[in-house]
């Protein structure tokens, strides 16, 4: 049981716009930054989406993040079939003193 | 852009010990907090353990703490996993990952290819 929950599967067509939801609670999301990660089959997890809507050098603008109390989401438009992958948010939880991720969504593009 | 190279994984026993090593290279590796997270076979991504930029005190999830130790090497690029009684539930990938600054609370910005450790009898 993962402390951050998100939908374990997502899906879209391509140059859709998909969204994949992250909750938490106040000791993580409610008073910490949110990060997303993507995980591509067989490589290692990229950092996707820097504290909570800040996309790293070589992000394209397509992936874009939100938070809203102890909530967050990811958002992506234009989807394409590399986008298909694994994706987590992440945040430190305050109570555990330690990161703490979702489960995880699988994202399968059709 | 920096790379991290796991190795020592492997097939122990439950109740053995192993140690896992991370080779750091093509950046300064002294400044930066590093970490641990593994993943279970068909699970999600877990956070295990950061030790900070100085080496001198380290975090851990309540699953290995008093089990796992890290360390970090800054005069030799290195970071280490100390695993000790070693439980079914630990067998995973483990991924040696670099925080993006000098506080545990930075984001992982560099990751390795990751080591495979399987606990079984």
């Known amino acids: 049981q993962s402390v951050l929950t998100q939908p374990p599967s997502a899906s879209g067509t391509p140059g859709q716009r998909v969204t994949i939801s992250c909750s938490g609670s106040n000791s993580n999301i409610g008073s910490n930054y949110v990060y997303w990660y993507q995980h591509l089959p067989g490589t290692a997890p990229k950092l996707l989406i820097d504290r909570n809507n800040q996309r790293p050098s070589g992000v394209p603008d397509r992936f874009s993040g939100s938070k809203s109390g102890t909530s967050a989401s990811l958002a992506i438009s234009g989807l394409r079939s590399d986008d298909e992958a694994d994706y987590y948010c992440a945040s430190w939880d305050d109570s555990l003193s330690g990161w703490v991720f979702g489960g995880g969504t699988k994202l399968t593009v059709l | ?121």
Request: proline content about 3%; some cysteine.
């Open chain 2, 1 to 121: 852009q920096g790379q991290l190279v796991e190795s020592g994984g492997g097939v122990v026993q439950p109740g053995r010990s192993l140690r896992l090593s991370c080779a750091a290279s093509g950046f300064t590796f002294r400044p930066y907090s590093m970490d641990w997270v593994r993943q279970a076979p068909g699970k999600g991504l877990e956070w295990v353990a950061a030790v900070s930029a100085d080496g001198r005190n380290g975090y851990y999830t309540d699953a290995v703490r008093g089990r796992f130790t890290t360390s970090k090497d800054n005069s030799n690029n290195a970071l280490f996993l100390q695993m000790s009684s070693l439980r079914v539930d630990d067998t995973a990938v483990y991924y040696c990952v670099r925080a993006s600054g000098s506080s545990w609370l930075d984001p992982f910005d560099i990751w390795g290819q990751g080591t495979m450790v399987t606990v079984s009898s």
